[in-house]
């Protein structure tokens, strides 16, 4: 059901700093960031082989990510997996009673869709599960 792991998602307070520190120490080339306003953030990814790091900072205080940083400031802020159908693998999730915050997929960057799945169901970890576009 999981292809792989599509990128880890840290909470910045600044993404043109945090994104300046992994060009500079890392070598990342990231792509140009994108205001997903659904979601109350702009976010950029760099790739790490065949997955990403996505750089998040959040658009308003009041959107979930700025929450996150208000409370336990910058860090690693959720997980997303690949997978190949979202709307099979969350009727699948809801029928074995995970905690979902998103029943159905919402629009996520670069034209993908992607839905979250409460940490409360999830040990802990926030995680996204993300369906690219099909070509
Ligand atoms: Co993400």
């Known amino acids: 059901m999981l292809n792989r792991i599509y990128h880890l998602g840290y909470a910045v ?7 300046r520190f992994y060009e500079k120490n890392f070598g990342a080339a990231p792509g140009v960031p994108e205001v997903v306003a659904e979601q109350g953030i702009v976010a950029t990814m760099f790739r790490v082989g065949e997955s990403r790091i996505e750089l998040v900072q959040p658009t308003r205080p009041d959107s ?10 910058e860090g690693f802020h959720h997980v997303a997996f690949e997978v190949e159908d979202l709307s099979l693998t969350l009727a699948e999730l809801k029928r074995n009673g995970v905690e979902l915050i998103d029943e159905e997929p919402r ?3 670069g034209g993908t869709r992607v839905a979250f799945v409460h940490p409360r ?3 802990g970890v926030l995680t996204e599960l993300v369906e690219l576009p099909h070509a």
């Open 121 to 123: 169901g999830a040990f």
């Open 107 to 109: 629009k996520g960057a």
């Open 13 to 19: 307070e600044d993404i043109e700093v945090a994104s």
């Open 64 to 73: 979930p990510v700025g929450k996150f940083l208000a409370n336990r400031g």
